[in-house]
Structure formats: structure tokens, C-alpha cells
């Protein structure tokens, strides 16, 4: 099983950046895929999850500004990343469960089982 992440980049702070990452050797559309991030110096936090029937979910530091969605035909989960700050500046990871956790669950890493390797996002001010 792998995660692929790319998209990541260098963007001027109000801009904007999609993230994609798509999924091989098994079939995610019946599980949630999220997106994680970590800054240098911090912990990874969660930021978007999208779950089976379309739900999602955000953490409220992007609400409003980034959109996660899901291709499941490519097996691919994107994250629209707009009106960016300097404190979104992170690696983001993709991430994608086996199960059907909670929603709580998922807004922890411990919810996901397979991780892809991370994309850099950088937005100066």
C-alpha cells in the first residue's frame, strides 16, 4: 500500500496551492482520507478528513479557507489550500484509515493506518 503526496510549494501569503495524493494497492473509497501537516518545531495536527457519504471535517484553524475532497474512481484525495498564512507553513501528509472509526478518531493519526511521505508548503509573508 501506498500514499503518494504532491502539490506543495513555495506561495505568497493570500494564495493559494492544491495538494493531491493518490492511493495504490488497495481500494480507500470506503475510508476516510485526511491530511495532516506538521511545522518544524511542532507536533502533526490534524487538518481535513473526508468520510464515506461525502462528510468532512476541518479543524478550525483552516475552516473557511482550505476544501478536501476525493476523486474515488483515481483513488486520489485533494486538498484546495487558499488564503494562506505564514503559520500554514508545514510538511502535509496524507493519511487513510482501514476502518470506520469515530469521528473523534479521526482527528488524531491513530485513527489512520497508512501514511504518504509528505509534500512541503511554504507561504511567505
Known amino acids: 500500500v501506498q500514499l503518494q503526496a504532491s502539490g506543495g510549494g513555495l506561495v505568497q501569503a493570500g494564495g493559494s496551492l492544491r495538494l493531491s495524493c493518490t492511493g495504490s494497492?488497495?481500494?480507500?473509497?470506503?475510508?476516510?482520507m485526511a491530511w495532516f501537516r506538521q511545522a518544524p518545531g511542532k507536533e502533526r495536527e490534524f487538518v481535513a478528513v473526508?468520510?464515506?457519504?461525502?462528510?468532512?471535517s476541518y479543524d478550525n484553524s483552516v475552516k473557511g479557507r482550505f476544501t478536501i475532497s476525493r476523486d474515488n474512481a483515481k483513488n486520489t484525495v485533494y486538498l484546495q489550500m487558499n488564503s494562506l498564512k505564514p503559520e500554514d507553513t508545514a510538511v502535509y501528509f496524507c493519511?487513510?484509515?482501514?476502518?470506520?472509526?469515530?469521528?473523534?478518531?479521526?482527528?488524531?493519526?491513530?485513527?489512520?493506518?497508512?501514511w504518504g511521505q509528505g509534500t512541503l508548503v511554504t507561504v511567505s509573508s
Open positions: 494497492g488497495r481500494t480507500f473509497s470506503s475510508h476516510p
Open positions: 493519511a487513510a484509515s482501514r476502518r470506520n472509526p469515530v469521528l473523534s478518531a479521526l482527528w488524531s493519526s491513530e485513527g489512520y493506518d497508512d
Open positions: 473526508s468520510r464515506r457519504g461525502g462528510m468532512t
